[in-house]
């Protein structure tokens, strides 16, 4: 069965950075591109960042463009999301997902984790 | 960008009886290529996250029942839950992957009437 794991979510100031991990098993991680999605708290899902099984294609939503770095250590089986100079909008539980595609990046998720809540807040 | 509209943005629903989500994209999703529409529904249960229920508009995911079906092509799709259940009560999303960056509609919450 496929699972993925969130974590690193926190209360934080803005301004400040944070590094979400998520965990995968279940699957074969190398071959699978990944993606963090986020939904701030009562709101709708938002596409954050996406990246392909091999770390050589990168994507970003405008927003965290220049702020968010997605990576991934195939090695390990594990995702990452740095996130630099946090907004108090960039507060939402963030999602890491599995692209849906055998191969290449289709852009469409199954299965996500449970999701971590990063807060930005003063 | 293709923005995605859903409505309504909320319907209550006799238990047994039909819920129909509607969802439009600004831009067409149809690859002529291959002529697939590329939209997703998912659907998300309270406190949990999104589960994947139909991919190219119309293809249902392993193990989801036959009660979901979806419709539609280019522009305008819809989601039918064809006869509602208790455990069908969550938000509903559509989403484009034509082009990146993908969006998703606002949502659509489904309750019991």
């Known amino acids: 069965e496929v699972h993925l794991v969130e974590s690193g979510g926190g209360l934080v100031q803005p301004g400040t950075s944070l590094r979400l991990s998520c965990a995968a098993s279940?699957?074969?991680?190398?071959?699978?591109?990944m993606h963090w999605v986020r939904q701030a708290p009562g709101k709708g899902l938002e596409w954050v960042s996406g990246i392909s099984w091999n770390s050589g294609t990168k994507t970003y939503a405008d927003p965290v463009k220049g702020r968010f770095t997605i990576s991934r250590d195939n090695a390990i089986n594990s995702l990452y999301l740095q996130m630099d100079s946090l907004r108090v909008e960039d507060t939402a539980f963030y999602y890491c997902a599995k692209d849906r595609c055998a191969n290449g990046e289709c852009y469409w998720f199954d299965p996500w984790g449970q999701g971590t809540l990063v807060t930005v807040s003063s | 960008d293709i923005v995605m509209t859903q409505s309504p943005d909320s319907l209550a629903v006799s238990l047994g009886e039909r819920a129909t989500i509607n969802c439009k994209s600004s831009?067409?999703?149809?690859?002529?290529?291959?002529?697939?529409?590329?939209l997703a529904w998912y659907q998300q249960r309270p406190g949990q996250p999104p589960k994947l229920l139909l991919y190219w508009a119309s293809t249902r995911e392993s193990g989801v029942p036959d009660r979901f079906s979806g419709s539609g092509s280019g522009t305008d799709f819809t989601l039918t839950i064809s006869s509602l259940q208790a455990e069908d009560v969550a938000v509903y999303y559509c989403q484009q992957y034509y082009r990146t960056p993908v969006h998703f509609g606002q949502g659509t919450k489904v309750e019991i009437k």
């Open positions: 831009q067409s999703v149809l690859y002529s290529s291959n002529n697939k529409n590329y």
């Open positions: 279940g699957f074969t991680f190398e071959d699978s591109a």
